[in-house]
């Protein structure tokens, strides 16, 4: 199976892109909120661009062995963070839209608190069919990157960054 290895350095730049999309768009968040565990990163990086606070949430769609679930379910969800929500501009980052499913879900949770408006980030849009929908009350959408429908393999994820940096086509430098 092909697969997408993406370095920090392209992390960086994509979020640091999304950052200026939204500040061009005319999007000022007041919170961001990072979808865990992938969205942490992107939105950690954002908010050095946009400086305003992260909240976390952790929802989860996949097992322990990389398979979908039927229904996303919520890992981390901080009751005080709800608080802090009630009409406020809400930032949601993810690190990729596969199935939309993550995105509907948490979308529909933050709703729930009322904000005054949500729009959604992610760095790597799949361009394939989704499961998931973004709810109407969504007017923003920002993709860093539309890719196929590979399997992505982020540097968070890896075991050995130097085999994960080879994989992404990239010199090892100073590796004896």
Not at 98 to 111: F, K, N, P
Request: proline share 5%; net charge neutral; aromatic share 10%.
């Amino acid at each position: 199976m092909e697969k997408y290895f993406f370095t920090y350095e392209d992390i960086h730049k994509t979020s640091k892109d999304l950052a200026d999309r939204v500040r061009a768009s005319g999007f000022d968040p007041d919170v961001i909120v990072a979808i865990g565990s992938g969205g942490f990163i992107p939105a950690r990086i954002m908010r050095t661009f946009l400086k305003k606070p992260i909240l976390a949430v952790g929802i989860a769609y996949y097992d322990a062995d990389d398979k979908p679930c039927e229904l996303p379910r919520k890992v981390q969800w901080v009751e005080e963070a709800e608080k802090k929500l009630s009409g406020k501009r809400i930032l949601l980052v993810d690190e990729v839209d596969d199935s939309r499913t993550t995105i509907e879900y948490c979308v529909r949770e933050l709703l729930r608190h009322h904000p005054a408006e949500i729009a959604v980030t992610v760095l790597h849009n799949k361009l394939k069919a989704k499961k998931g929908a973004i709810p109407a009350e969504v007017k923003r959408y920002f993709a860093g990157r539309d890719i196929e429908d590979r399997w992505v393999c982020y540097p968070w994820d890896a075991l050995d960054i130097d085999e994960h940096l080879a994989s992404a086509g990239l010199a090892l430098v100073g590796k004896k």
